[in-house]
T-cell receptor, first 111, second 112 residues
Framework: QQKVQQSPESLTVSEGAMASLNCTFS??????FRWYRQHSAKGLEVLVS????GEKEEGRFTAHLNRANLHVSLHIREPQPSDSAVYLCAVPSSGSWQLIFGSGTQLTVMP | EAAVTQSPRNKVTVTGGNVTLSCRQT?????MYWYRQDTGHGLRLIHYSYGAGNLQIGDVPDGYKATRTTQEDFFLLLELASPSQTSLYFC???????????FGSGTRLLVI
């Protein structure tokens, strides 16, 4: 059964400084990993989808996937106060493509 | 624009009450999902469906029923609501496989 853990639980960065979020999982055999952003208990928007080991960039958001190390990270370049939100990683369920979500990292970007 | 619409946005009910949460998607997606979101747990899958008339059990199904009446409509039913079901509920749709999920804006349910 896939287990997902996000760290840190909360992160405060200054505007313009790089923000790095982490996600570890227990089963790296699948290939469907995503990062979502959620503003104040609203819906989720997908930021980056990554399906193979390495790096995937979408604008200011870069995901790094290393399935051997059971780790996927999200780096936000030049974060702005409007990026303050909860960030959720989603990884494939064991033996399935269904997504399992982490509990989230609350990011606060200070002006 | 393709979308997932949930109703109501907010709902208050009493313990033992009967609640129906509605979800409609205009994405022509085959799969629809109901999740609940609670502090410290992320999103947990309650039920999902891959087409009209189909229902699959998720990870936390106890106390919930669901029904997929059409390709577009997926309902979550709480027939005897309990305070432990106070939560933020999300509906989503996807085409399965590695396709993206589209989420609704959520329904906040309070059971008193």
């Amino acid at each position: 059964q896939q287990k997902v853990q996000q760290s840190p639980e909360s992160l405060t960065v200054s505007e313009g400084a790089m923000a790095s979020l982490n996600c570890t999982f227990s089963d790296g055999t699948s290939n469907n990993f995503r990062w979502y952003r959620q503003h104040s208990a609203k819906g989720l928007e997908v930021l980056v989808s990554i399906f193979s080991d390495g790096e995937k960039e979408e604008g200011r958001f870069t995901a790094h996937l290393n399935r051997a190390n059971l780790h996927v990270s999200l780096h936000i370049r030049e974060p702005q106060p409007s990026d303050s939100a909860v960030y959720l990683c989603a990884v494939p369920s064991s033996g399935s493509w269904q997504l399992i979500f982490g509990s989230g990292t609350q990011l606060t970007v200070m002006p | 624009e393709a979308a997932v619409t949930q109703s109501p946005r907010n709902k208050v009910t009493v313990t033992g009450g009967n609640v129906t949460l509605s979800c409609r998607q205009t994405n022509s997606h085959n799969y629809m999902y109901w999740y609940r979101q609670d502090t410290g747990h992320g999103l947990r899958l309650i039920h999902y469906s891959y087409g009209a008339g189909n229902l699959q059990i998720g990870d936390v199904p106890d106390g919930y029923k669901a029904t997929r009446t059409t390709q577009e409509d997926f309902f979550l039913l709480l027939e005897l609501a309990s305070p432990s079901q106070t939560s933020l509920y999300f509906c989503a749709s996807s085409d399965g496989g590695n396709s993206d999920y589209t989420f609704g804006s959520g329904t906040r349910l309070l059971v008193i």
